[in-house]
């Protein structure tokens, strides 16, 4: 699908990291599993955790264990995640560094979409909910730090998307205007990020959207593949 955008109104591009660039629902589900079974917990399915991923690690896990948890009322739920998530966040946070990027795939035209930005004369940033640290490792892992000049997680600022303090933060990063930089992403929180901060937005239409079609977002345009931002 075409991008109703012209490239040469554009100064940069900043671009989500999960689900955009690299699949790393393998990952998550192998991280998220590993903790579950330490904290003696049931285990989940991956088609819940892709509807869970997207607006950080805090919110993951809690999505998880409310989840897993779900037989309890309501009340003695809540006391129990909140008994539990220190514990799960340091099981959490470990396994996935141990994991990190060996479950995880780019996504196909991924370089060619980014090669094209880059060649094009654009200045290219990564933005995302994950863990700066993390964000950083996969992107070496797979081959891809070396198209961003900066990268900028979800514990970078005070905010993560869809707040749009991300997005102007990394446009001060990069020095250009918000309507002049594009983000591009996978779900909802890149779009009203991206709305909020005066940026146009393209999506995927693969990746983590919360169950939902990417279509049905507001954005500026749609692609099924990043090679044809080219």
């Not at 285990?43 to 309890?72: C, F, W, Y």
């Not at 990027?101 to 979409?113: E, K, R, W």
């Not at 939902?212 to 954005?219: H, I, K, L, N």
Request: net charge negative; proline share 5%; glycine share 10%.
């Amino acid at each position: 699908m075409q991008v109703p955008l012209q490239v040469g109104a554009l100064d940069a591009a900043i671009i989500d990291l999960d689900g955009t660039l690299v699949d790393t629902l393998g990952d998550f589900a192998g991280a998220l599993g590993r903790m579950l079974h330490d904290l003696a917990l049931p285990p989940i399915d991956a088609t819940q955790i892709e509807r869970m991923v997207g607006k950080g690690s805090e919110h993951l896990l809690r999505s998880v264990l409310n989840h897993v948890l779900a037989p309890m009322d309501e009340a003695q739920r809540a006391i129990k995640i909140e008994a539990l998530f220190a514990q799960a966040w340091a099981s959490y946070q470990a396994h996935y560094r141990a994991i990190n990027g060996q479950c995880a795939q780019v996504y196909p035209g991924a370089d060619q979409g980014l090669q094209a930005l880059r060649a094009r004369g654009l200045r290219l940033a990564c933005l995302t909910n994950k863990p700066h640290a993390f964000a950083v490792d996969l992107l070496h892992a797979k081959g891809l730090a070396g198209y961003f000049e900066h990268v900028f997680g979800g514990d970078s600022f005070e905010r993560k998307k869809p707040d749009p303090l991300p997005l102007r933060k990394t446009c001060e990063a990069l020095g250009t205007q918000p309507a002049r930089t594009l983000m591009v992403g996978d779900s909802s929180n890149d779009a009203q990020a991206a709305r909020a901060a005066g940026c146009p937005v393209v999506l995927v239409t693969y990746g983590y959207n919360h169950g939902q079609d990417a279509r049905s977002v507001d954005a500026d345009g749609w692609v099924d593949s990043l090679a044809q931002l080219a």
